[in-house]
Antibody, heavy 121, light 105 residues
Framework: EVLLVESGGGLVQPGGSLRLSCAAS????????MDWVRQAPGKGLEWVGR??????????DYAASVKGRFTISRDDSKKSLYLQIRSLKIEDTAVYYC????????????WGQGTLVTVSS | DIQMAQSPSSLSASVGDRVTITCRAS??????LNWYQQKPGKAPRLLIF???NLQSGVPSRFRGSGSGTDFTLTITSLQPEDSATYYC????????FGGGTKVEI
């Protein structure tokens, strides 16, 4: 069974930092692009960013709204995906989903259960 | 970025009804369009990929069509368990989602 389990969410003050993790199992992690998608309370889905595979240099792309503050990384040996978030803003409050993006990023499946990040003073 | 305009934003229908949700891209995306279903408190679930391909385990009453800029998700006979919010997503370039359609029974 393909499984993605996020962790690391919590309550953070504005300006703070947080590192989210995603543990993958049930598939060849190193062969797949991986994405982060977030959803603010009561709002729609917002794509956050992507990290590609080693043959693609583990290259990354980010949404304009997070570029420069968010960093996606991966450890293929640990089958783990990470999202480092800096300079957190109130509007970063959301559930953050770890998602497999297939070998070419054509579609997103499956999704993790999500981890809630709350930015508040 | 490619913008995805989804309509309607919400709808109410009865069990057995045929329901249609549309998604329009701001530029041609060929068939690089996916559909997801999200129930309250749950993660989204892939329904349709590459415009018209049914994901494994998804009931056949869900159908996707379209190409270029205009796409449609059709539920041919609405069931109580289809109450959810549906999102389109383009994968032609940096991913973007439509705003969602809330379907109430």
């Amino acid at each position: 069974e393909v499984l993605l389990v996020e962790s690391g969410g919590g309550l953070v003050q504005p300006g703070g930092s947080l590192r989210l993790s995603c543990a993958a199992s049930g598939f060849i992690f190193s062969d797949q692009y991986m994405d982060w998608v977030r959803q603010a309370p009561g709002k729609g889905l917002e794509w956050v960013g992507r990290i590609r595979t080693q043959p693609k240099g583990h290259s990354t792309d980010y949404a304009a709204s997070v570029k420069g503050r968010f960093t996606i990384s991966r450890d293929d040996s640990k089958k783990s995906l990470y999202l480092q978030i800096r300079s957190l803003k109130i509007e970063d409050t959301a559930v953050y989903y770890c998602v497999r993006a297939t070998s070419d990023g054509d579609w997103l499946d499956p999704w993790g259960q999500g981890t809630l990040v709350t930015v508040s003073s | 970025d490619i913008q995805m305009a989804q309509s309607p934003s919400s709808l109410s229908a009865s069990v057995g009804d045929r329901v249609t949700i549309t998604c329009r891209a701001s530029q041609s995306i060929s068939r690089a369009l996916n559909w997801y279903q999200q129930k309250p408190g749950k993660a989204p679930r892939l329904l349709i990929f590459i415009a018209s391909n049914l994901q494994s385990g998804v009931p056949s009453r869900f159908r996707g069509s379209g190409s270029g800029t205009d796409f449609t998700l059709t539920i041919t006979s609405l069931q109580p368990e289809d109450s959810a919010t549906y999102y389109c997503q383009q994968s032609y370039s940096i991913p973007t989602f439509g705003g969602g359609t809330k379907v109430e029974i």
